[in-house]
């Protein structure tokens, strides 16, 4: 599975962070480390990769199953 | 998500007058003291039945409440631009508020330097200032057995919050700041402008004073050291005044309104009372579905930069169009159960912080606050109900909000 965050529309939310800190993280100023990438997600964080993305107030981030 | 909301009938126009007094459809008003009372029941209609309203007040505008719609428009600020201003019939010659009425790029340079101030790690550093805050405002009435919650807490705390960790002015100018900017929302109308003038008058003051002390690294400084614009130019400084107002309006009000409906929710709900009190790691999820059912922006507004078409409505350039923010974090296409308040949500998208590049900039320090007075409060005072023979009072414009809210304990 892989997940992609729109670099336009992450607008610095913070909710995939606050509900899956273990696979979401947030630069200094609260947008996304992954802001216009694409990345892997590990197996065992797929529940919390899925979770991260319907929390997204601006439905940045697509969940990409393989 | 099953769309069962348009399986019923659309009322006749005869049926909305009877029922909200005017054809909320096609003639809305959200100044009508009757959407005050039927708040709730007219953002429902509007979502299952009419996705573009439209209302006739001064030169007129669309009303969009719809999630997959009003989230598309806050993101298309090609199309929908705030560089005409975010509120509708705006008077002639109003100076722009700024970074909050204009458009990316120049929108983008103001808040990228402003971003980091408000940002979950620096907001984090006040985290104990509003627990102390907190404490020092329960402890003037704890002992009465009851508040008048608005004015003896949540009217003074986001004040105290902003103004003390975000702009640094003296404790002393506090009293007179708050009171200004809570004067200048909820005065009769016709005397809000003196009130904001002279809290518009205080922060030019204040940025003049600051310029010429020592910088402190804080919001206040990067406003003065300004930014760059897109044409080369340097914002001039009636810009820099402009961005300290926008950012001092942003907070305050709003913020009080989401405290004062989750004070009230737990007044009247003890099993989530006694829930969050028994568990305060569930707050900040808790505070998330405060935030979704309690919108204190009604709607805010967008200018046409082109003929567009939404939900089957033809606008036109120059149309002028309002985000129902309010509506479209309960629109049931994308909340489950969207008219119940359940703080056990897993996630709660919603769209009281708006959407696309206008995302309040305060939420982090808004989340925080709250998080903080809910927790702190039922610490102290950990059952509370609403004082019997009362009920909550409010207002409702495009903002909306909570003027009266006797508890007791």
Not at chain 2, 164 to 189: R, S, Y
Not at chain 2, 321 to 346: G, K, Q, W
Request: charge should be negative; include cysteine.
């Amino acid at each position: 599975m892989r997940v992609s965050v729109d670099g336009k529309n992450c607008c610095g939310h913070a909710r995939c962070w606050t509900v899956a800190k273990e696979f979401y993280g947030v630069d200094d100023i609260g947008y996304s480390i992954h802001r216009g990438k694409t990345v892997d997600v590990p197996p065992e964080l797929e529940k919390a990769a899925r979770l991260g993305a319907r929390a997204c107030p601006d439905r940045a981030i697509t969940i990409i199953e393989d | 998500m099953t769309d069962n909301t348009t399986a019923d009938k659309a009322p006749s126009v005869e049926e909305l007058k009877a029922r909200f007094g005017r054809d909320i459809f096609n003639d809305f008003d959200y100044d009508d003291p009757r959407f005050n009372e039927q708040f709730t029941d007219v953002l429902e209609e509007h979502l299952a039945h009419c996705p573009v309203a439209r209302s006739n007040v001064g030169t007129g505008f669309w009303w969009v409440s719809r999630n997959d719609d009003v989230r598309r428009l806050a993101q298309d600020w090609e199309t929908f631009s705030s560089a005409k201003g975010y509120m509708p019939n705006r008077p002639e010659g109003l100076p722009f508020l700024y970074p909050e009425e204009s458009d990316p790029p120049r929108h983008t340079a103001w808040r990228t330097v402003l971003n980091p101030h408000l940002s979950p790690v620096t907001v984090a550093n006040y985290e104990k200032s509003i627990a102390d805050d907190t404490h020092e405002l329960i402890d003037r009435f704890i002992g009465n057995g009851g508040c008048e919650f608005i004015t003896e807490f949540g009217s003074i705390l986001p004040g105290w919050a902003f103004f003390k960790n975000i702009l640094g002015v003296p404790i002393e100018d506090l009293a007179m700041l708050v009171d200004g900017v809570e004067m200048g929302t909820f005065a009769p109308p016709e005397e809000r402008q003196v009130h904001m003038g002279k809290v518009f008058a205080y922060l030019e003051n204040y940025l003049k004073e600051r310029a010429k002390l020592p910088p402190r690294g804080d919001m206040v400084d990067t406003i003065l050291k300004g930014v760059k614009y897109e044409d080369g130019s340097e914002a001039p400084w009636e810009h820099k005044v402009s961005v300290l107002v926008d950012i001092t309006f942003g907070g305050i009000a709003t913020t009080t309104y989401v405290m004062a409906s989750a004070i009230k929710h737990m007044a009247e709900n003890p099993a989530d009372r006694d829930f969050l009190a028994a568990n305060p790691d569930a707050m900040a999820q808790a505070v998330e579905e405060f935030a979704r059912a309690y919108p204190p922006i009604v709607g805010i507004g967008r200018s046409c930069t082109r003929d567009v078409e939404v939900a089957g409505t033809k606008m036109k350039e120059g149309d002028y169009v309002m985000l129902a923010y309010s509506a479209s974090s309960r629109d049931p296409r994308a909340v489950e159960n969207a008219t119940t308040v359940n703080i056990h949500r897993e996630t709660v998208p919603h769209n009281t912080f708006g959407a696309g590049p206008h995302r309040c900039i305060g939420s982090n320090l808004a989340r925080l606050e709250i998080r903080i007075v809910l927790q702190e409060w039922l610490k102290r005072i950990p059952k509370f109900s609403i004082k019997p023979g009362t009920e909550a009072v409010y207002i409702t414009g495009f903002l909306r909000s909570m003027r009266q809210l006797d508890i007791v304990w």
